[in-house]
Structures are given as C-alpha cells and as structure tokens.
C-alpha cells in the first residue's frame, strides 16, 4: 500500500485502514458481491460521482475512476452516463488488469449498454447488454433490465427518462447473460419461464394483481450457478412509483405528493382492497448457467419475516443472508441453493448489513445499517468480522457513514459494502467520516 494514502485512525481500528480516494470528489466501489479490487490486486476500480446534494437525471455524467494502491495516484478513464446512486456504472474487472467493465448510456435511445475497456490500449468496445455482475472468469455478465430495476427501488440500475422505461412483460424481462468476447447478449431466462418452471411453484393466485421485476443477479464462485431476487409490487404501487419519477425535482408540489404516496406503498402491510395484500414481495431464485434447475432458495413469507442481502458462500452450493428465521431478530442465515439445510451459523451475532463469507467457511465480514441495533445511533457504524465457530464477534473499525443528504428514501446513503480482494487478506468498503465520501482499504493481515 502507497505510504501516500493516509492513515484512518478515528475510535482505533484493531487493524490498518489507509484512505486511498483523497484525490477524488465523490468515490464508491461497486458492491459487497464483487471485487473493486484488480485481478493482481494493484488497482481499484471506482465511480466518481458528479454530485451528492441532489438525485441523479437522465444524462448525467459521473467518471470511472482507477487508483493505483502501489504508487498512489488516480486517473479517470472514463466517462458514464449509465450509472445511478448505490451501485454507480457497476465498474468491475475482467479475468486481467488490463480490463475493466461499466455501463453508458446512449442519449439518442436512451439505452444502457456496457462497455469494455482495455486500460493499456484505451481501445473500447460497446457491448449489446448491460453489466450487473461479470463472471469470476471474466467470460460472462449477467444483468436484469436495469431501466425497470428502479421502479422497485432507486439507486440500483441505470437513470432514463420515465417515458423510455418498458412496460411490463415477464416474456421480455428476466436475467439477460452477455458473452464478453463477443458482445453478444440473450435473455437466459425469463420470468415467465421461472414462474412455469421453478420448483416449488409460486402461488399465482396470491400475485395476480401485480407484476413481477428483476432486481440482484449473482454468479457463484465457481460460476456455474445463479441467483436471482424476483421482486413482485401490486399494481397501484407500480403505478406510484412511475408517477414519481415524473417529478425528480423536490420543489415540485405534485412530485412531492407523488413521492409520500409511493413511499407509503413501501411500508404498508395492506392494501386498502384486500387484507394482506403485501407492497413487495422477495423471492430468491437460483438457477444452471443454461437457465435450468430453477429452484427457491428464499420464499416471500420467509424473507418477509425481515431480512436482506443474500450472497454466494465460497463453496457455490450455499447463500449467506440475514434473515430473521425464529422471530427474535435477524441472524446470518445459510442454506443451499435449493432452500435445503437452512440453519443459523452464528447464533449469538445479530444480522447486519452486507455480509460475506471468508473463503475458510468460518468467518463472517459485515457492515450495519446506522438504524440498525449493532450499530452507534451517532451516524458510525461497525465492520463486523464474525466467527460463525467460536459464535462470536469483533468491530474491526468504527466509522461514520452518514452523508449531508440522503435524498427521498435514502437513495444518496453511503453502505460502506465492504468487498474482498482476491486473496481474502484486504477489503475495500465505502463511509463518509466528516461527511466527506470516500474509499477505504482495511488490511486484516493476521485477523483473517
């Protein structure tokens, strides 16, 4: 690590923590499932954002950013307009240093599309689908429809005008699969295929009167295995949320009345028609690379009972998520891919945040919510580092993750999404101490 980064030191981390983004206005890393570190681990790959005191727009344009941990510098190498609030352009390796991964967007359709961009030759390369998630052979992307992906929550897919956003159909929309040599995308599968194929069935009554979106899509570790959240939202909340996106701009009183109604669709048990008629439902899906096998490994009244963040364990048969499985709080909860052996791995830790599980099988890295019970109630959290076999825990670092505006819903937060390097020695995460955003790199060294 560059001696030029310097040293975070605030409450005392138990291990070293180096600022490496103070050079950048508005950095984060992509997200907890993936790497911003580089094959080698020399490079990280980031999102600069454009700004933090207002909402994205269609057409704004946020830049790529490469630090290099070796020597110190910072470089952009790209400009995006395909990005959005929580996950920026999906900025990810390939099988090398010398490829790198987002998303643009064209302003003449208004469509996404991903890009590859060869660091050494500058050459880049447009591709027929979006990136949500690159293969860890760097072969394959995976993607849902990034357009219609914030109409169930903002933040996650790619900003167009509300107009460009499809209207639904499940014989469209499903998980699209990009072949990164050649640039070549299909639909995998779709949701009609899962709600015909999926074992067990889905009760179709129960979502007759709503529709069905893509949200998080997941390559294993040894990618021959997805998951897929199927997210359903009744159709007054859909219709909500696409009038909301006609007003992003707060001083109008209309987008704003749009906005309470849509945000109370989110929190309501009811619908004012029908008892139990639920805003969101979460299913997690798994599949075969070919779109076969299709299995539920997290049902909508299981995930209902509170829980978030579903992820690949190393050994690509099991999920690690937070779950609240026996009504006494969330847990980290493992089960297989097809829902079977669902246990608790650490009964005495309470769930939290973005949880990954180190390639030894035993140790949990985590951050927290700031509402969350783990965490300060001062704006700082925890980066949690659980040992599933001793059922116990430790705060690797304290830090404030609170920015000056979080915008409607919090789409402007900063999850810190601490995400491993390819050793399982260093994890880069993202907080905002002194309200200022920023990257960090923790090095657990002899903790790991």
């Known amino acids: 690590m560059s001696t030029a980064f310097p040293l975070y030191t605030e409450y005392d981390p138990r291990v070293p923590v180096h600022y490496v983004t103070p050079d950048v206005a508005r950095p984060l890393h992509r997200f907890f499932d993936t790497s911003p570190f580089s094959p080698s681990g020399r490079y990280l790959a980031i999102t600069d954002l454009p700004f933090e005191d207002r909402e994205p727009r269609p057409g704004d344009v946020a830049r790529v950013v490469i630090v290099d941990l070796q020597d110190g510098t910072t470089r952009a190498v790209a400009d995006t307009r395909g990005w959005d609030s929580q996950l920026g352009a999906q900025v990810q390796w390939g099988e090398t240093d010398e490829a790198i991964y987002f998303n643009d967007l064209d302003l003449r359709t208004w469509e996404p599309f991903g890009v ?83 074992q067990p069935s889905l009760d179709c009554d129960r979502v007759r009167d709503g529709q069905f979106f893509g949200f998080h899509v997941k390559w294993n570790a040894r990618d021959d ?167 116990s825990e430790l705060a690797l670092l304290r830090i404030e993750s609170v920015p000056r505006y979080e915008g409607r819903k919090r789409i402007l937060r900063v999850d810190p999404h601490p995400a491993w390097d390819r050793s399982f020695t260093r994890f880069a995460f993202n907080a905002c101490p002194g309200k200022r955003r920023g990257v960090f790199v923790a090095d657990l060294g002899s903790a790991s």
């Open 116 to 198: 590859k961009l060869n660091l050494t030759s500058q050459k880049t390369e447009r591709l027929s689908g979006t990136i949500y998630m690159v293969s860890n052979n760097g072969r394959f992307a995976l993607s849902p429809c990034l357009k219609r992906t914030r109409i169930t929550q903002a933040g996650y897919g790619v900003v167009v005008p509300p107009a460009n956003i499809p209207e639904y159909d499940i014989h469209e929309d499903g998980i699209f699969i990009t072949d990164l040599a050649s640039g070549q995308t299909r639909l995998l599968v779709s949701i009609a295929d899962i709600l015909e194929r999926v």
């Open 225 to 391: 295995r997805i998951m897929f959240v199927l997210r359903w939202m009744p159709h007054e909340a859909i219709k909500a949320a696409r009038k909301a996106m006609r007003y992003q701009t707060p001083t109008f009183k209309r987008g704003q009345r749009l906005l309470r109604k849509m945000m109370r669709w989110s929190r309501v048990a009811g619908h004012p028609a029908r008892q139990n008629y639920p805003a969101r439902l979460n299913y997690l899906i798994t599949c075969d690379t070919k779109g076969k096998n299709l299995r539920v490994a997290v049902d909508a009244d299981l995930w209902a009972r509170g829980g978030h963040h579903p992820n690949w364990c190393p050994d690509g048969d099991h999920i690690l998520m937070n779950l609240n499985l026996n009504g006494n709080g969330m847990r980290f909860v493992q089960m297989k891919y097809d829902g079977s052996d669902l246990r608790i791995v650490a009964p005495n830790c309470q769930g939290s945040g973005h949880p990954t599980m180190h390639f030894d099988g035993i140790h949990i890295l985590t951050d927290a919510y700031p509402a969350e019970p783990v965490s300060f109630g001062d704006g700082t959290v925890p980066i949690r580092w659980i040992d599933t076999r001793a059922d």
